[in-house]
T-cell receptor, first 114, second 113 residues
Framework: DVKVTQSSRYLVKRTGEKVFLECVQD?????MFWYRQDPGLGLRLIYF???????EKGDIPEGYSVSREKKERFSLILESASTNQTSMYLC?????????????FGDGTRLSIL | GENVEQHPSTLSVQEGDSAVIKCTYS??????FPWYKQELGKGPQLIID?????GEKKDQRIAVTLNKTAKHFSLHITETQPEDSAVYFC????????????FGTGTRLTIIP
């Protein structure tokens, strides 16, 4: 089974801090994604990466950056955390188009910015 | 860009009855439509998906229908059970497993014993 592991289930940080959310997948997937999930808004794509050191902006990239130094690891970075970034963050991975494999999700990191 | 609308936002169904969740999409180029189930404290899990060259797909008690002309697709759960209680998300993309899955806003399904 595909395993997408997010390093923290719950995280509490302060306004202005630099925050790192880590995600690791064990299936050698090329694509990796970061979403945030808010009530009534569903899942919104922040950034995705289709290869090491490659990244593309999703629908809501403002205030975030990402890093993909190794194929299995995709990090989401909040450069200067703000209260409106309090949310559930979900990481996902998949093979590229044509490979007949869906996106697999981790169990999420619930981030609170105080 | 793509926009996916999902209804209803909440749904309560008596155990054993059927549940239907509907989604509409805006981009006629979309050709892949997955449905995800999210249980409490877990990430979304794929339960069924359909591609645009198929009108209906069934997997035991779960079925998905797609109407490309009207740009809408639906999830049907028959003989509902308490373990079907969860939040369900529809999504759409222009290629399978591609970089951009656009999600609906979710439906919280509650099965009443």
């Amino acid at each position: 089974d595909v395993k997408v592991t997010q390093s923290s289930r719950y995280l509490v940080k302060r306004t202005g801090e630099k925050v790192f959310l880590e995600c690791v997948q064990d299936m050698d997937h090329e694509n990796m994604f970061w979403y945030r999930q808010d009530p009534g808004l569903g899942l919104r794509l922040i950034y995705f990466s289709y290869d090491v050191k490659m990244k593309e902006k999703g629908d809501i990239p403002e205030g975030y950056s990402v890093s993909r130094e190794k194929k299995e690891r995709f990090s989401l970075i909040l450069e200067s955390a703000s209260t409106n970034q309090t949310s559930m963050y979900l990481c996902a991975s998949s093979r590229p188009p044509g490979s007949d494999q869906p996106q697999h999700f981790g169990d999420g990191t619930r981030l609170s910015i105080l | 860009g793509e926009n996916v609308e999902q209804h209803p936002s909440t749904l309560s169904v008596q155990e054993g009855d059927s549940a239907v969740i509907k989604c509409t999409y805006s981009d006629s180029a979309s050709n892949y439509f997955p449905w995800y189930k999210q249980e409490l404290g877990k990430g979304p899990q794929l339960i069924i998906d359909i591609r645009s060259n198929v009108g209906e797909k069934k997997d035991q008690r779960i079925a998905v229908t797609l109407n490309k002309t009207a740009k809408h697709f639906s999830l049907h759960i028959t003989e509902t059970q308490p373990e079907d209680s969860a939040v369900y998300f529809c999504a759409a993309s222009i290629s399978f497993g591609n970089e951009k899955l656009t999600f609906g806003t979710g439906t919280r399904l509650t099965i009443i014993p």
